[in-house]
């Protein structure tokens, strides 16, 4: 992946004053999904990351991989769970890594769901898009290993649960690719979280 850094944004990202209290668990198991759907799309995904952290200033927040990690495993799904709660300047930082990385997946992004609109309206075949479908299926079949191997044993959800996530989560990206995602994805992170 081939990072272009757009200047950081000064959108304020304001805290739902329901919230004041921590960052809720499903926001964290949110952002965490986010940032394992990224890894899935691009291999490199995890190294771009820790490159992007420095790029964009967030090493104070973020100092190093294993603070990184940490962060990650504040998803109550996880193995290593970290029994803490994000700050919310950990949050922005991770909304920040999350949409920056959307912007640069955007092409790709609207292939697999395009794919996969293809794919339920049966015209695969007719449009001569198999290779497509391998490359939607090679993230779905990613996605899944990553959330196996890294989410509580057994998995916390069904294959086919697994699946629904891996696809939705796709259309979550491409929102936060676009003008304001930002903006967007923190408020989609509150919306119907419980303080």
């Given at each position: 992946?081939?990072?272009?850094?757009?200047?950081?944004?000064?959108?304020?990202?304001?805290?739902?004053?329901?919230?004041?209290?921590?960052?809720p668990r499903s926001v964290r198991m949110d952002i965490d999904h986010l940032l394992l759907a990224i890894e899935a799309l691009d291999l490199e995904a995890v190294e771009v990351m820790l490159v992007?952290?420095?790029?964009?200033?967030?090493?104070?927040?973020?100092?190093?991989?294993?603070?990184?990690?940490?962060?990650?495993?504040?998803?109550?799904?996880?193995?290593?769970?970290?029994?803490?709660?994000?700050?919310?300047?950990?949050?922005?930082?991770?909304?920040?890594?999350?949409?920056?990385?959307?912007?640069?997946?955007?092409?790709?992004?609207?292939?697999?769901?395009?794919?996969?609109?293809?794919?339920?309206?049966?015209?695969?075949?007719?449009?001569?898009?198999?290779?497509?479908?391998?490359?939607?299926?090679?993230?779905?079949?990613?996605?899944?290993?990553?959330?196996?191997?890294?989410?509580?044993?057994?998995?916390?959800?069904?294959?086919?649960?697994?699946?629904?996530?891996?696809?939705?989560?796709?259309?979550?990206?491409?929102?936060?690719?676009?003008?304001?995602?930002?903006?967007?994805?923190?408020?989609?992170l509150f919306d119907g979280a419980i303080a």
């Amino acid at each position: 992946m081939q990072l272009n850094i757009s200047p950081p944004t000064n959108l304020d990202l304001h805290v739902p004053k329901d919230f004041v209290r921590g960052c809720p668990r499903s926001v964290r198991m949110d952002i965490d999904h986010l940032l394992l759907a990224i890894e899935a799309l691009d291999l490199e995904a995890v190294e771009v990351m820790l490159v992007l952290i420095e790029q964009l200033n967030l090493d104070k927040i973020i100092p190093s991989r294993v603070s990184f990690w940490r962060l990650r495993n504040t998803n109550p799904l996880r193995r290593n769970y970290q029994r803490v709660s994000l700050s919310w300047d950990e949050l922005k930082a991770l909304v920040k890594i999350v949409c920056t990385l959307a912007v640069q997946l955007d092409t790709g992004l609207r292939m697999l769901i395009n794919t996969h609109q293809q794919i339920v309206e049966g015209k695969i075949e007719a449009l001569g898009l198999q290779q497509n479908q391998a490359f939607l299926e090679n993230y779905i079949a990613r996605f899944q290993s990553l959330y196996i191997g890294r989410m509580r044993s057994p998995a916390p959800i069904s294959n086919d649960e697994m699946r629904e996530l891996a696809l939705h989560l796709l259309t979550r990206l491409l929102l936060c690719g676009g003008v304001a995602g930002e903006f967007r994805l923190w408020n989609s992170l509150f919306d119907g979280a419980i303080a």
